[in-house]
């Protein structure tokens, strides 16, 4: 299967696209003023304790206070506020937890009342982004990820994934971790530590400590709320939680970002580093990979199949409703219970795609075409489960009901990524007022040569729709060829795909965009 991340770096956010054999998969957004990534580490007050809700807000420094229920403080919560006093007064100076004492482990059925206080300082990690209205969602079991472990302070347990089969493998991790990790860490073996050398997993292993440390260091001196250790940024994290040997390309158009992914996959890859590669070309790199296109396709209200059928999308603030229609789709030949299944299938397979590349989480319900076979039922149900067994993102499908609806739980811990399909109308740009058309080539002849004269470009590219620059370009003494022998400067034209009907930018000769 080839295997590739499209990464468009733009002023204010990082888009990463993944393909499976060109088809888009998945769509990760990262805002470049983005505070509160799932995984960071925060320094908060508790502000109010909420008896009756069994959880307490806390001040992370998000407009709303953040959400921590009793049951998200974690077995080692004790020990772990403990720990935060100690640091904070100055009687624990280092990191290793070797000679700390832990405490008991809280009961499951506490109250959070006998946990925390207002106005105490509490060590918290982002478990979900802020949501719609609501904060974030925190915990107080601390873990922090690596490459192929993930370490979890003051617990002693050892796990390894359960997607590692072999006993034999799984025992040999048990033991290599029991002789390397330190006292009071517990770890978890990810899936791709499977085979790896003792010298790779000890080298993430200390990764992993060091940046513990980090959390010491800055928990020391920090006065809530406060930052006191960031996970890896979107692009890194996706690449640590994804990258395998299926990968053939990453390709990015920002040279910096590309500088930076060169020299983390240095770090978790040597072997992997030449798949990075910086895309130089004119056109947009989404446009070129055929991506922006496929967004469009996939992200509106309606979603249409290669044989017909198609889905329609809706999202509530309860839930999320999919309903499966088979257009014009019918196999003449075909029984309608035949044709049905058939169409249910298909679209088992585009409902996993959208629930992964729009990250739509929480409750789904899927209205699927009615099955009057159990056995038929049973096929659909195995079909979507089967497609789903790649989603990273913990969930939960069961069989269809006797309504046909097929219902399912999917961890929501950003929010769902959404893409504008709609156009601006290409007539009144979205006013309502006409403008007329007949004088867009005047004014872009009037712009150029306001360019030429008075900002004294030397060469421009024009950006503008495929129509517009087909108009412009056709014929052998086409406009483009006219305007260059009228200002005897160089033009050239580059149609966007992305643009609406009317719209045009000029850049200058470094790709900078002219203000006009």
């Not at 991790?173 to 073996?189: A, D, H, T």
């Not at 395998?244 to 240095?266: G, Q, W």
């Not at 590669?277 to 070129?288: A, R, S």
């Not at 679209?347 to 929480?362: H, I, P, S």
Request: proline share 4%; with cysteine.
């Amino acid at each position: 299967m080839n295997n590739e991340l499209i990464i468009q770096s733009t002023p204010s956010e990082v888009i990463i696209a993944l393909l499976k054999d060109k088809r888009l998969v998945e769509l990760n957004r990262e805002k470049t003023n983005n505070n509160f990534s799932v995984g960071d580490f925060y320094l908060g007050k508790v502000k109010k304790v909420m008896p009756g809700l069994n959880a307490a807000f806390v001040d992370v420094g998000y407009e709303k206070d953040a959400f921590l229920h009793y049951l998200d403080l974690g077995p080692q919560a004790a020990s772990l506020m403990k720990y935060t006093k100690l640091v904070q007064t100055g009687k624990l100076n280092t990191s290793d937890l070797g000679g700390f004492k832990n405490e008991g482990d809280i009961p499951k059925d506490g109250k959070i009342s006998s946990m925390v206080s207002t106005g105490q300082n509490i060590l918290v990690q982002i478990a979900k982004e802020p949501i719609s209205t609501k904060g974030p969602r925190i915990t107080s079991e601390l873990s922090i990820a690596g490459r192929f472990l993930v370490l979890v302070p003051f617990s002693d347990k050892i796990s390894v994934s359960q997607k590692i089969k072999e006993n034999e493998e799984k025992n040999r991790l048990k033991r290599l971790m029991q002789s390397i990790k330190p006292k009071n860490f517990g770890v978890i073996v990810r899936t791709v530590a499977e085979n790896k050398s003792v010298a790779e997993l000890d080298a993430d292993l200390k990764d992993l400590i060091s940046k513990w440390d980090i959390c010491f260091q800055e928990t020391k001196v920090a006065q809530p709320p406060k930052k006191v250790l960031g996970e890896l940024d979107r692009t890194s994290a996706i690449l640590r939680d994804m990258l395998n040997a299926s990968f053939n390309n990453i390709h990015v158009d920002d040279p910096k970002l590309f500088e930076e992914m060169k020299t983390y996959l240095r770090t978790i890859s040597p072997e992997q580093e030449k798949i990075a590669k910086l895309y130089k070309g004119t056109v947009p790199i989404f446009d070129h990979f055929d991506v922006d296109k496929q967004m469009k396709a996939l992200f509106g209200k309606t979603v249409t199949m290669k044989t017909g059928a198609y889905l329609i999308v809706e999202h509530t603030e309860a839930l999320h409703v999919i309903d499966v229609n088979s257009g014009h789709r019918a196999k003449s030949g075909s029984s309608q219970e035949q044709n049905a299944l058939e169409v249910n299938l298909d679209a088992a397979v585009e409902v996993a795609r959208q629930l992964r590349l729009r990250d739509m989480g929480g409750i789904i319900v899927v209205d699927f075409i009615d099955l009057h076979s159990n056995e038929n039922r049973k096929l659909l149900f195995n079909k979507l489960r089967d497609e789903m067994h790649t989603d990273r993102a913990k969930h939960n499908i069961l069989p269809p009901s006797k309504f046909g609806l097929v219902q399912i739980t999917r961890e929501r811990v950003r929010p769902a990524t959404n893409v504008i399909t709609v156009e601006k109308c290409p007539t009144c740009g979205g006013t309502g007022e006409i403008q007329a058309s007949i004088l867009l080539i005047d004014q872009i002849e009037n712009n150029l040569r306001y360019v030429f004269t008075e900002q004294n470009e030397k060469e421009v590219t024009l950006c503008v729709h495929p129509f517009i620059e087909a108009y412009l370009t056709k014929g052998f003494f086409s406009l483009q060829r006219r305007w260059r022998l009228k200002f005897r400067k160089k033009i050239a034209m580059r149609p966007v795909s992305s643009y609406h009907f009317m719209e045009y930018h000029f850049l200058n000769k470094n790709e900078e965009e002219i203000k006009i």
